[in-house]
């Protein structure tokens, strides 16, 4: 696998992700054709050029927690009316991207 191959293809699919939506670092890697890879869909998005102006904060783990160390990320997801369980993960149920359906 081609590294900068691998970036471009989350890049893309990152882009897409409709507003009010999130998608899993594993959902991401499997789109990419490499699901076994979210660790490294996360490197990617951490170390993504500030001009690009990509909908990371749209991206969350499995269990729908926000990134450690981005207090952000959760404003960011609310403004959008992205639904949060009491738990404080996102509503996965309710706001995971049907990549398939949408």
Known sequence: MAE???????YALVKVIPCGRVATYGL???LAGYPHRSRMVGRV???VPPGMKL???RVVNAAGRCAPGWPEQS???RRENVIFRSNG?????LCLWDCFGE
């Open 55 to 57: 909908p990371c904060h």
């Open 45 to 47: 998005l951490r170390d």
């Open 28 to 30: 991401l890697a499997m």
């Open 75 to 77: 404003g960011l997801l």
């Open 4 to 10: 900068e191959e691998f970036q471009n293809q989350v």
């Open 89 to 93: 993960n996102v509503d996965l149920d």
